[in-house]
């Protein structure tokens, strides 16, 4: 079956609605590398079983740190344009601090999503942090990896949306410590709604199943 998932309208501009833009390449190699490194220390600190001493001074530490940080903000709902080398009206703007795929966000797994012919693709692979069951991947950030890769297919490949629904059948434990393979793409499109699935798969085999309705945003 050939899903027609060309745009339906011109890609709103987040800089029609009062949102600053940044492109990805203006975000700083600095602030990369800080990114990583806090990401590490969340986990560090989640599993740390240092003695109280060690505790109190990089509580102290961090504080200080967060101080300096928070003496200049970004503005609430900054975007982030990606896919800078296709056209403007092409390409994908998200949140900078979105909790699963924000540039800037420590807390965000490290997943990436890149275009194939049959729609989206990626890997991540998650520690503790993301942890619910021992050993295994909390069933919230399963979902929420779902909705991050169903909402990108139905944004870059017909227009921005929003989740109207969200089902998630969870067939196998998701494992920690495991390369995870995410796919999206669209099934159809009727209108504003357009219907998206999506899977996660360790090992290749398929341990979460992911279906939604997105409702396009009028421009």
């Given at each position: 079956?050939?899903?027609?998932t060309?745009?339906?309208?011109?890609r709103?501009?987040?800089?029609?609605?009062?949102?600053p833009?940044?492109?990805?390449?203006?975000?700083?190699?600095e602030l990369r590398?800080?990114?990583?490194r806090?990401?590490?220390?969340i986990?560090?600190?989640?599993n740390?079983?240092a003695?109280?001493?060690?505790?109190?001074?990089a509580?102290?530490?961090?504080e200080?740190l967060?101080?300096?940080?928070?003496v200049?903000?970004?503005?609430i709902g900054t975007?982030v344009k990606?896919?800078e080398?296709?056209p403007e009206e092409?390409?994908?703007?998200?949140?900078?601090?979105?909790?699963v795929?924000?540039d800037?966000?420590?807390?965000?797994?490290?997943l990436?999503?890149?275009?194939t012919?049959?729609?989206?693709r990626g890997e991540v692979?998650?520690n503790?942090?993301?942890q619910g069951p021992?050993?295994l991947?909390?069933?919230?950030?399963?979902?929420?990896?779902?909705?991050q890769?169903?909402?990108?297919a139905?944004s870059?490949e017909v227009?921005?949306g929003?989740?109207?629904?969200?089902?998630?059948?969870?067939?196998n434990?998701t494992?920690?410590f495991?390369?995870?393979?995410?796919t999206s793409?669209?099934?159809?499109?009727?209108?504003?709604k357009?219907?998206v699935?999506?899977e996660i798969?360790?090992h290749?085999?398929?341990?979460?199943?992911?279906?939604a309705l997105?409702?396009?945003?009028?421009?």
């Open positions: 079956m050939t899903v027609n060309q745009p339906t309208a011109e709103p501009d987040p800089r029609a609605y009062g949102l833009v940044v492109r990805q390449s203006e975000i700083p190699a590398s800080l990114v990583s806090v990401h590490d220390l986990d560090a600190v989640a740390t079983e003695d109280t001493e060690t505790l109190a001074e509580a102290r530490t961090v200080g967060t101080a300096g940080l928070n200049a903000r970004r503005q975007m990606r896919d080398d296709l092409a390409a994908e703007f998200g949140t900078i601090t979105n909790i795929a924000g800037t966000n420590p807390a965000a797994p490290p990436t999503l890149h275009r012919p049959e729609g989206l692979t998650l503790t942090v993301y021992p050993g991947v909390h069933g919230g950030w399963i979902a929420a990896m779902l909705d890769a169903l909402g990108s139905s870059i227009h921005p929003l989740t109207a629904r969200l089902e998630v059948n969870y067939r434990p494992p920690l495991t390369p995870l393979e995410i793409r669209v099934d159809r499109v009727d209108g504003r357009v219907h699935s999506g798969r360790a290749g085999k398929v341990t979460a199943e992911g279906t997105m409702i396009l945003i009028k421009g």
